[in-house]
């Protein structure tokens, strides 16, 4: 009798762990979403706030040459660990896993605050980057929890509005605390949000995990983690401080792709694989992936020269450049917000990233028009505000579409392994764009005559210089710059307008309008 007490006791906790969860409330939905936003903006504000301070940080520890690790860590650590916080937090939940986000990149922002020398600051940003790369994905992850897909629309299109807000108040920020202050305090200052966002995410997420099975796949991490950052250092350095044919590039190189073999044949041989080629067999997640992947290649490729052309080819200061750059950001948080407000109550994800995609390819090719033949601020600001009115469509769309095809127990790899992609396609973009830039300044240099030859030199030098030329050296440099950003935008549309055509393939689900144990939805439509 004891041992078939004992039995039913097991049946009935193995029962508890399984069942369906009852529906949040309102408020406990809003009261995790509240905690939830305070944690993408500590990430989000982080970056920004961080590249305003780098010439005073250069000041104070030297190290010029070396000054682009500092962001290059953090980016590249935050990068690679997406996937693996999604997959463990399949396996132990959502709550552990933040926790261990939040503790680790406060923790680095105390030691980059403490830090001596560059050498120092730039572990101690790859530290950061560690626990920056979980914050993103499990906040997306823990709304798929609670909300079901027909009515994410709001929460997800207020992740991109956090992120699009915190840009322009990042660099503001970051100037008035360096200047009141010190640098040191740019990383200080997360520690009150942090514990703040602790306390908010303790008390409100408070609904228990369904248990999956704990097997961690240590191998798979160590191959993803080194193939993954492998070749994110051949993206982040190549062309700049690692020439493209030198012996770093070629080593990265045949690191990522030995370690990507390695790990595709390790993935087929276990059970319980770290990053599930299971995933990719489904045509819905692979086209989000290649979307998502596509559309931040155009965007940071090309909006990465939007301070460069306003300062250098239309002679804005650099603050009020900033100022010029908003309306991207504004056009984002209009159309996450409209979108969530009014798109999704039809049940849809797909019409409204056609039609965004569709706006951003339209924005690219009168910038680049624009830009190339001297227009003004009437159709560059209007143009700048459509493409985020555009872009803004797709994001939160895509979130939700993945959320909603992929069964319960591959949400969160699903979703972490989606951001991962994004990351990669604008680390892709901003290399991409940059070699754009360099080959069409030194190919109109080099064509030029006497005061194109001047401009190419200083092409390579300092800005700063332009004061220094005569009239017609300046005009030269300008228009080598007007052309060259302007094949940036060029390319920018090309490769939007190509993730238009791959989206047009992208299948649409009914948008599940609770949550359930399944695996994904009956019929598309």
């Known amino acids: 009798m004891s041992g078939q007490a004992g039995q039913v006791a097991v049946d009935a906790e193995a029962t508890a762990r399984t069942a369906p969860l009852g529906e949040p409330t309102e408020r406990e939905i809003r009261s995790v979403f509240i905690g939830l936003m305070i944690v993408l903006g500590l990430a989000a504000i982080d970056q920004s706030i961080v590249a305003t301070a780098l010439p005073r940080i250069v000041g104070d520890l030297g190290g010029v040459t070396h000054l682009s690790w500092v962001v290059t860590a953090y980016v590249l650590a935050s990068t690679s660990t997406m996937p693996l916080y999604g997959k463990l937090s399949d396996q132990y939940g959502r709550k552990p896993l933040i926790y261990a986000a939040m503790a680790i990149f406060l923790a680095g922002s105390v030691l980059c605050g403490l830090a001596q020398s560059l050498t120092q600051l730039i572990v101690f940003r790859a530290i950061q980057g560690i626990g920056a790369g979980g914050l993103l994905p499990l906040s997306q992850i823990i709304i798929g ?40 305090w740019i990383f200080f200052v997360n520690l009150p949000i942090g514990a703040i966002a602790f ?37 982040a350095l190549g062309g700049s401080e690692w020439p493209w044919g030198s012996p770093e590039i070629a080593a990265s190189s045949a690191v990522a ?59 804005v200061s650099p603050s009020h450049s900033g100022f010029l750059t908003g309306p991207l950001m504004i056009g984002m948080v209009v159309s996450s917000v409209f979108n969530g407000r009014v798109l999704l109550r039809a049940g849809r994800y797909k019409p409204a990233q056609i039609g965004g995609l569709s706006i951003a390819v339209t924005a690219f090719v009168v910038l680049a028009w624009a830009i190339a ?97 005569s009239p017609d050296a300046q005009a030269a440099l300008i228009a080598l710059y007007r052309h060259a950003i302007a094949t940036t935008f060029a390319t920018g549309a090309c490769i939007v307008a190509v993730a238009l055509v791959v989206i047009l393939f992208l299948p649409e689900l009914p948008l599940r309008t609770h949550h359930t144990l399944g695996d994904r939805p009956s019929a598309p439509r």
């Open 373 to 469: 033949t001297a227009q003004g601020f009437a159709v560059l600001e209007p143009s700048i505000f459509a493409l985020g009115l555009g872009l803004g469509l797709v994001t939160p769309n895509m979130t939700i579409a993945v959320q909603n095809a992929l069964p319960d127990a591959h949400r969160g790899v699903g979703t972490g392994t989606l951001a991962f992609f994004r990351s990669l396609g604008g680390l892709v973009g901003v290399t991409g764009a940059g070699a754009i830039l360099a080959q069409q300044l030194h190919g109109a240099a080099g064509a030029a005559a006497s005061p194109g030859a001047a401009a190419h030199g200083l092409a390579e030098g300092s800005l700063t210089q332009i004061a220094v030329l």
């Open 145 to 184: 929890d609670l909300v079901p897909p027909a009515k994410r629309g709001r929460k997800q299109g207020a992740i991109v509005s956090v992120f699009a807000v915190c840009s322009v108040v990042g660099p503001v920020l970051g100037g008035v605390i360096t200047d009141l202050l010190s640098w040191h």
């Open 199 to 235: 306390v908010a995410i303790a008390r409100a997420l408070r609904r228990p995990h369904r248990s999956q099975a704990r097997r961690i796949d240590y191998l798979g991490a160590t191959l993803l983690t080194g193939g993954t950052t492998a070749f994110l250092l051949v993206l």
């Open 257 to 315: 792709v030995v370690l990507a073999g390695l790990f595709i044949r390790h993935v087929r041989r276990v059970a319980e694989p770290v990053l599930p080629l299971v995933l990719f067999n489904d045509r819905l997640f692979v086209i989000a992936c290649t979307v998502l992947a596509l559309t931040f290649m155009g965007l940071l490729g090309a909006s990465l020269f939007f301070p460069l052309f306003f300062q250098v080819v239309m002679g």
